[in-house]
């Protein structure tokens, strides 16, 4: 279903309430992954507020969507939209890296109510989505397994092998989000790994590929990707978003130095009153 701009701007203020709530997180442990938790909040709030079938009181209710983050390193955003859909109290959050603290810094699934796979070791996340989705149609099961790659994990040669496994048993419901925000923890990705043109090597291994790069950033073109996902059942499908890593402060947007740097105190003064106005902006609306 098409979001609306009113439902679209909820979503993106509950995004930017992620990242707000994120960076005091990461700021108060001096430790954590803000570059690419940033980027990714509005697909994962997308997906966990809008579109996913869950039951966050049963975890492991047997007909849920699965979401896979192959780029475990995001685990500070997963883990607070988690808790603020209901799966775990939100002041657990606080607990980020604690010892013996079961949100820790790469997601674990025998520890941690909604997270379905263990990862962080960059790359096996299409694998495991892959055996999910086929999960599903060899047990009368209708969910979604949904995977969401960065760039790092499309370096590993296990991600194409995922892929071309996948294009070979073409389950119908195995769909993989794109967080390409372009950077990587040494730099920018064009320089350590070119992937362009990603669509055309998607297509050139037999996927289905959606018809544009869309906004990860806006809400209303999230709801449009779903939309063509939704338009027939072929699989597997890709969609490709363009995001930002740093999303939401200025002097961290686009840059390497964030990926997994620690936001010290001064860092933190300069960036939360930026998060800060970008929340109001979109609650004025």
């Given at each position: 279903m098409?979001?609306?701009?009113?439902?679209?701007?909820?979503?993106?203020?509950?995004a930017?309430?992620f990242?707000l709530e994120v960076?005091?997180?990461?700021?108060?442990?001096?430790t954590?992954?803000?570059?690419g938790?940033s980027?990714?909040?509005?697909?994962?709030?997308?997906?966990?507020?809008e579109?996913m079938?869950?039951r966050?009181?049963d975890?492991k209710w047997?007909?849920?969507?699965?979401?896979v983050?192959?780029?475990?390193h995001a685990?500070?955003?997963?883990?607070t939209?988690l808790?603020h859909r209901?799966?775990f109290?939100?002041e657990?959050v606080?607990t980020f890296?604690?010892l013996?603290?079961?949100?820790q810094?790469?997601?674990?699934?025998?520890?941690?109510a909604?997270?379905?796979?263990?990862?962080g070791?960059l790359?096996?996340?299409?694998?495991?989505g892959l055996g999910m989705?086929?999960a599903?149609?060899?047990?009368?099961?209708n969910?979604?397994s949904?995977?969401?790659?960065g760039?790092?994990?499309l370096?590993?040669g296990?991600?194409?092998?995922g892929?071309?496994?996948?294009?070979?048993f073409?389950p119908?419901?195995?769909?993989?989000l794109?967080?390409?925000?372009?950077?990587q923890?040494?730099?920018?990705?064009s320089?350590?790994?070119?992937?362009?043109?990603?669509?055309?090597?998607?297509?050139?291994?037999g996927?289905?590929?959606?018809?544009?790069?869309?906004?990860g950033?806006?809400?209303?073109?999230i709801a449009?990707?779903?939309?063509?996902l939704?338009?027939e059942?072929?699989g597997p499908?890709?969609?490709?978003f363009?995001?930002?890593?740093?999303?939401?402060?200025s002097?961290?947007?686009d840059?390497?130095?964030?990926?997994?740097?620690p936001?010290?105190?001064?860092?933190?003064a300069?960036?939360?009153?930026?998060?800060e106005?970008g929340l109001?902006?979109?609650?004025a609306k």
């Open positions: 098409q979001t609306t701009t009113g439902r679209s701007t909820e979503l993106a203020r509950l930017q309430q990242r960076l005091d997180v990461l700021h108060k442990k001096g954590g992954h803000w570059g938790a980027s990714v909040a509005d697909l994962l709030t997308h997906l966990y507020f579109r079938n869950i966050p009181d975890p047997e007909e849920r969507d699965r979401l983050l192959s780029k475990g685990s500070a955003m997963l883990y939209v808790a209901g799966y109290p939100v657990e606080q890296r604690d013996n603290s079961r949100l810094g790469h997601p674990c699934m025998n520890k941690t909604g997270v379905e796979m263990s990862t070791a790359g096996h996340g299409i694998s495991v989705s086929l599903s149609q060899l047990s009368g099961k969910f979604w949904y995977v969401i790659t760039e790092g994990c370096d590993e296990q991600s194409w092998e892929i071309m496994a996948a294009s070979k073409k119908k419901k195995l769909a993989l794109v967080d390409y925000n372009k950077v923890l040494d730099g920018a990705a320089e350590i790994m070119p992937l362009d043109p990603l669509d055309e090597k998607f297509r050139a291994f996927w289905r590929v959606a018809p544009k790069v869309y906004d950033h806006n809400h209303d073109e449009e990707a779903f939309t063509w939704d338009s059942e072929a499908s890709v969609m490709i363009r995001t930002h890593k740093g999303k939401g402060v002097f961290m947007e840059n390497h130095k964030w990926h997994g740097a936001i010290d105190d001064e860092t933190y300069k960036a939360r009153p930026e998060l106005a109001a902006k979109l609650e």
